[in-house]
């Protein structure tokens, strides 16, 4: 079944951004969003994550879990999503910080 995806691809290929308005709509710069099956969002997310290079992107989705969606994400970005008890939240890393290495 189809469903609402937004995906926001910073400073990626032409491309890129070419094949991602194919399926979606660039609403804003760099902001995407559409209605497509399970098996279209896999496979453009894969598309994003092989050729963002130096950029970023972030793919949020519906799923069944307390918020409603999920969020994967690609590149480095200051803002980093963190699991809190099964919430996600976003985490803003200073510019420069190393994250801690779990023991």
């Known amino acids: 079944m189809p ?3 937004v995906i926001s691809a910073t400073a990626v290929p032409d491309h890129l951004r070419g094949a991602l308005t194919r ?4 609403v ?18 894969t598309a994003v994550t092989a050729c963002t290079a130096d950029g970023a992107a972030v793919l ?8 409603g969606f999920t969020l994967r994400t690609v590149g480095s970005r200051r803002r ?15 510019q420069g910080q190393e994250t801690a290495k779990p023991l």
């Open 80 to 94: 980093v999503p963190k699991d809190f008890d099964g919430l996600t939240l976003m985490a803003f890393e200073r």
């Open 23 to 26: 399926w979606l709509l660039e």
């Open 28 to 45: 804003t710069p760099e902001l995407y969003v559409g209605t497509v099956s399970a098996r279209v969002r896999d496979e453009l997310w």
């Open 3 to 5: 469903s609402m995806i």
């Open 60 to 67: 949020a989705y519906p799923t069944a879990n307390e918020q």
